[in-house]
């Protein structure tokens, strides 16, 4: 072994036990990004929601919004048309549909024609999970 690896071997062990450890804390279930782009892109707006409670797009991304991407936790969101407080009157309803971590649609809501019709969510644990 070159004396330079050695080095920078003992280096780097010395940097790990110079931190306490730390463990990880478990990650909030309910996160979301919202994009105003496609994939991701244009402003964008990350928030971990509470489950069965019915939210309003945030600021700027309300009838404004490509990507709705939940996080890869066992729950998954219904958007709406209208506003938290609003009845829904439409015969066909005021969703398209689940939206979950595996919904290819999430990255690209214009695809459905639904990039300006968001205007609110509510999100739901799967039946088959629980928070503990």
Not at 29 to 55: P, Q, W
Not at 60 to 67: A, D, L, P, R, V
Not at 91 to 120: M, R, Y
Request: aromatic content about 10%; overall charge negative; glycine content about 8%.
């Amino acid at each position: 072994m070159q004396l330079s690896t050695i080095v920078n071997l003992a280096a780097a062990a010395a940097c790990v036990s110079a931190f306490p450890h730390v463990p990880l804390a478990k990650r909030e279930i309910g996160g979301i990004l919202i994009c105003n782009g496609a994939n991701a892109t244009g402003a964008c707006h990350y928030e971990v929601y509470s489950l069965e409670v019915c939210h309003n797009m945030p600021d700027g991304f309300s009838g404004n919004t490509k990507t709705f991407a939940p996080d890869g936790d066992n729950f998954y969101c219904w958007p709406r048309v209208g506003q938290c407080e609003e009845i829904c009157t439409s015969p066909t309803g005021c969703t398209f549909g689940a939206v979950d971590f595996n919904t290819p649609v999430k990255w690209d809501l214009s695809t459905i024609q639904w990039d300006h019709l968001l205007e609110s969510f509510s999100c739901v644990l799967n039946q088959t999970s629980s928070t503990t």
